[in-house]
């Protein structure tokens, strides 16, 4: 099992930046990857980026946050950023770190809000 902690969501005006980080409870050599998703009211959860952790460091972004956002890990802090530049009101969610283990069971941390006022 694993516990998912995010932290660093908050209120941006359009064109700020804010970095989320996602902690977990056990060693992130022991995890695959890490996905970030992001949900907006009345719509469904979507992938926003990725990052393998046991294999080279590997990236995937949505094509609406390429450019903009950057994930990244820290091994020896169990943690995983996602930085956010350049934010747009669509940006506005519910931002959720999520990770499988086993291939099976999937981990999801509890949400942080983020909101982009124009």
């Known amino acids: 099992q694993v516990q998912l902690v995010e932290s660093g969501g908050g209120l941006v005006q359009a064109g700020g930046s804010l970095r989320l980080s996602c902690a977990a409870s056990?060693?992130?050599?022991?995890?695959?990857?890490m996905d970030w998703y992001r949900q907006a009211p009345g719509k469904q959860r979507e992938l926003v980026a990725a990052?393998?952790?046991?294999?080279?460091?590997?990236?995937f972004y949505a094509d609406s946050v390429k450019g903009r956002f950057t994930i990244s890990r820290d091994n020896a802090k169990n943690t995983v950023y996602l930085q956010m530049n350049s934010l747009k009101p669509e940006d506005t969610a519910v931002y959720y770190c999520?990770?499988?283990?086993?291939?099976?069971?999937?981990?999801w941390g509890q949400g942080i809000q983020v909101t982009v006022s124009s």
């Open positions: 999520k990770t499988q283990l086993a291939g099976v069971y999937n981990y």
């Open positions: 056990r060693t992130l050599l022991s995890i695959n990857a």
């Open positions: 990052i393998t952790i046991t294999s080279g460091g590997s990236t």
